[in-house]
Nanobody, 124 residues
Framework: QVQLVESGGGLVQAGGSLRLSCAASGFTFSSYAMGWFRQAPGKEREFVASIVRSGGGTYYADSVKGRFTISRDNAKNTVFLEMSSLNSEDTAVYLC?????????????????WGKGTLVTVSS
């Protein structure tokens, strides 16, 4: 049974930081690119960041570049999202995804599995 379980969300003040984690099980983690997406209230889901299978390459949405860092630990089947300098526009449910290629995930393509998400709320 495939599972992607996100954790680490919560309430944070503007300018603060959070670290999200996504624990994967039920599939060969190192064979998939991994990514983070987010969906704010009343808005469509959008790409945040993705990372290639080996962890040696990453992609970011322009809105988070320089503030967010995606990483993965293939030994622990976990992908992370370090978020800093948070602002109110970062408030959203953050979802973890496994896909065919990190580059394709930028367009929301090639997604094989989705997590259920973790809520991040940034207070101003």
């Amino acid at each position: 049974q495939v599972q992607l379980v996100e954790s680490g969300g919560g309430l944070v003040q503007a300018g603060g930081s959070l670290r999200l984690s996504c624990a994967a099980s039920g599939f060969t983690f190192s064979s998939y690119a991994m990514g983070w997406f987010r969906q704010a209230p009343g808005k469509e889901r959008e790409f945040v960041a993705s990372i290639v299978r080996s962890g040696g390459g990453t992609y970011y949405a322009d809105s988070v570049k320089g503030r967010f860092t995606i990483s993965r630990d293939n030994a622990k089947n976990t992908v992370f999202l370090e978020m800093s300098s948070l602002n109110s526009e970062d408030t959203a449910v953050y979802l973890c995804a496994a896909g065919r290629a990190a580059s394709e995930m930028r367009a929301g393509s090639g997604i094989a599995f989705w997590g259920k998400g973790t809520l991040v709320t940034v207070s101003s």
